[in-house]
């Protein structure tokens, strides 16, 4: 017997050596395509572009290299600092007016009134506009002696005011057009929250006697703040790379003074052509850029949410 358990007990170690021996793995012709997109998309450029950071080059001559020469040209460079403030201004007035406006208009529509389903759909009709009408509509209504923005404000007596051809208030109109076309998406994100809450905490709160004040400050914020952080980092990322509506309505002007790093960044690729200073410029902007959404991820953590709004 014991011979005939030791015969068994050495078969199953041999067909177990066997199945630890080495196969070919069998799924590497399906990962490999992926690989070598991400390689080509994303790893690639990003490599090819700090490579080219550390380079003097200009279109016509060839590259330099000049190691971080690029880098530290920027804290001395003033109009590179000076749009770094303007990004910061203009993505801190981009999320925050948003935020404000969308939740209060995802409170109004998450009553219960008459045509609630039409005024929602025509709510969210700014977001769907493309960002060059946007801007051409808005540039006609900014103009100081033919738009209607002035001639709303002489209804109520105010001065006329210049708008975008004023340094002064140029960033500001800027976020009023980006307050405008995505207010409705932070809306949306913000109903959606309003939505998952269960009735009983109201039921509750109605009986208590709470003022709607108090139901929304000590029941509905809570809940929905998960969301406020998504629509928040949404926004965050989409404000601190605009472009588009503000090559269109101010080209970084009057002067610099709505030029943001975007804008700058162009100009100095596409117009000065200095790609090793631009691409030194694309690297920091992109580190700004994580620093941005890891602090809002860090501050989302830090933030102890109820049962009800840590489950969202």
Do not use: C
Request: charged content about 10%; cysteine-free.
């Amino acid at each position: 017997m014991s011979e005939l358990t030791a015969g068994r007990t050495s078969a199953v170690e041999k067909e177990a050596a066997k199945k630890k021996e080495w196969r070919p793995i069998s799924y590497w012709p399906f990962i490999v395509p992926a690989m070598v997109v991400v390689l080509a998309v994303i790893i690639f450029p990003w490599a090819y572009t700090i490579w080219m950071s550390l380079h003097e080059w200009k279109v016509g001559s060839p590259p330099t290299f000049v190691g971080l020469a690029n880098y530290l040209r920027l804290p001395t460079d003033a109009r590179f600092v000076e749009s770094v403030w303007h990004t910061l201004v203009y993505t801190a007035l981009s999320v925050a007016l948003p935020l404000i406006l969308g939740t209060l208009a995802a409170v109004i529509f998450n009553t219960k009134f008459p045509l609630r389903g039409f005024f929602r759909g025509l709510f969210i009709l700014p977001m769907m506009a493309t960002p060059v009408a946007i801007a051409l509509v808005w540039t006609m209504m900014f103009h100081p002696q033919l738009g209607i923005l002035n001639y709303l404000l002489s209804m109520v007596g105010l001065p006329p005011s210049l708008w975008v051809f004023h340094p002064a208030t140029a960033i500001p109109s800027l976020v009023l057009v980006e307050t405008w076309q995505w207010t409705p998406l932070v809306m949306l994100i913000v109903l959606g929250g309003l939505t998952a809450i269960p009735s009983e905490p109201y039921e509750s709160a109605q009986i208590d006697g709470a003022t709607p004040w108090q139901t929304f400050r000590y029941i509905s914020l809570p809940m929905i703040m998960p969301f406020l952080f998504i629509a928040a980092m949404i926004r965050m990322i989409d404000a601190v790379k605009s472009f588009d509506i503000i090559f269109a309505i101010t080209q970084g002007g009057p002067g610099s003074a709505s030029e943001t790093i975007n804008l700058y960044l162009y100009s100095v690729a596409f117009v000065y052509y200095d790609v090793g200073y631009a691409s030194a410029i694309v690297v920091v902007f992109f580190a700004l850029i994580i620093a941005l959404a890891g602090a809002l991820l860090h501050l989302r953590q830090r933030t102890h949410w109820n049962d009800a709004g840590g489950s969202a």
